[in-house]
T-cell receptor, first 112, second 113 residues
């Protein structure tokens, strides 16, 4: 139980395009999902907390217009990186809360 | 704010025990966690301990918590090559209803065959 999936697992895009990443809780309902960003050899940085049916809460320094989060159902949250630039290249990991946080496998984004 | 510190590297021989240490600053943390991350993958919850406990054992894993010193450790007995990974310590932030986690930078465990 408590399986979280992410799609896609990796994506390469051109600078200026937008990329959508999906996070799904497969066998439980998650009222809260979290989005993290991880730089090489670094820890996870919390970007935002996503609650189903309401606006996401962004951490300080994270641009909400740049990183659009939608949590339309209890099993799906999406992160859209708008007008991506090379500095947005990173490993994006989501987690879903079912008492504890269970993490997805991550999405490697490379912006050329 | 909360801060979690870990040593960055640990190298052990296969069959030996590994001990990964972590210190944290938030004295009102309710839960402390250990996650494992293999290359290119997400985080796998290994174990966690409630703040009113001193020790928790789960098969090869032993977690020790010294709340006075705000020190957490993870011991892996009979370390195997498959245990090679990055191990993250995390604390659950205090505050009513808070489920946010603060992570350390991770300890890279290398197991020498």
């Amino acid at each position: 139980g408590a399986v979280v999936s992410q799609h896609p697992s990796w994506v390469i895009c051109k600078s200026g395009t937008s990329v959508k990443i999906e996070c799904r809780s497969l066998d439980f309902q998650a009222t809260t999902m979290f989005w993290y960003r991880q730089f090489p050899k670094q820890s996870l940085m919390l970007m935002a907390t996503s609650n189903e049916g309401s606006k996401a809460t962004y951490e300080q320094g994270v641009e909400k217009d740049k990183f659009l989060i939608n949590h339309a159902s209890l099993t799906l949250s999406t992160l859209t990186v708008t007008s991506a630039h090379p500095e947005d290249s990173s490993f994006y990991i989501c987690s879903a809360r079912n008492n504890e946080q269970f993490f997805g496998p991550g999405t490697r984004l490379t912006v050329l | 704010g909360e801060d979690v510190e870990q040593s960055l590297f640990l190298s052990v021989r296969e069959g030996d025990s590994s001990v990964i240490n972590c210190t944290y600053t938030d004295s009102s943390s309710t839960y402390l966690y250990w996650y494992k991350q293999e290359p290119g993958a997400g985080l796998q919850l290994l174990t966690y301990i409630f703040s009113n406990m001193d020790m928790k054992q789960d098969q090869r894993l032993t977690v020790l918590l010294n709340k006075k010193d705000k020190h957490l450790s993870l011991r892996i007995a009979d370390t195997q090559t498959g245990d090679s990974a990055i191990y993250f310590c995390a604390e659950r932030n205090s505050g009513a209803g808070s489920y946010q986690l603060t992570f350390g930078k991770g300890t890279k465990l290398s197991v020498i065959p």
